[in-house]
């Protein structure tokens, strides 16, 4: 790392925002699965994270490979083909860009997690299958009770 690197993954912004992007990495399984719109809620914070976290850390798009940008045109090509494909049936309506786009606000996201430091995603990735498996758990165990409740007479 340049030592304008190491100034910058030292600031407290970035540290906040690393402690923050971990903990919205955990929770998003458990959210996901239990609360209605809780995943669409991390999603957009994560998006409002990105779009404060990558110009503060001076991301830029120099430091891309190819796969990166093969991965990232993919990622927006769900877009394009979509309105290729509306405008070839002569249909146009925006219920096929709500998936769509969602691809396409998952770039920053990327973008974002690319300028994290390697802890942080190590430790989102060892914890996330945790509240996953307690959240399978814990609902299978309630449509049990659930079910036995409603055939009692």
């Known amino acids: 790392m340049t ?8 600031a407290p912004q970035v540290v906040w925002t690393e402690r923050t992007i971990s903990a919205l ?3 998003y399984p458990i959210l996901l699965l239990t609360v209605r719109e809780g995943g669409n809620v991390c999603f957009v914070l994560l998006l409002i994270l990105a ?5 503060t850390t001076g991301a830029s798009f120099r430091h891309l490979n190819r796969s990166e940008i093969a991965y990232m045109a993919a990622m927006a090509s769900l877009v394009i083909v979509t309105a290729m494909s509306q405008f070839w049936h002569w249909h ?3 219920e096929p860009y709500d998936g769509a786009g969602r691809f396409l606000l998952a770039i920053p996201i990327y973008l974002m997690l690319r300028t994290c430091q390697p802890e942080t995603l190590t430790s989102s990735k060892v914890l996330a299958p945790a509240p996953t498996t307690w ?4 609902s299978g165990t309630w449509r049990s009770c659930w079910a036995s409740f409603r055939s009692s007479p």
């Open 51 to 55: 779009s404060y976290r990558l110009p």
């Open 3 to 10: 030592p304008r690197e190491v100034e910058i993954s030292q």
């Open 92 to 94: 146009f309506r925006p």
């Open 25 to 27: 990495l955990f929770l």
């Open 135 to 138: 959240t399978q758990s814990g």
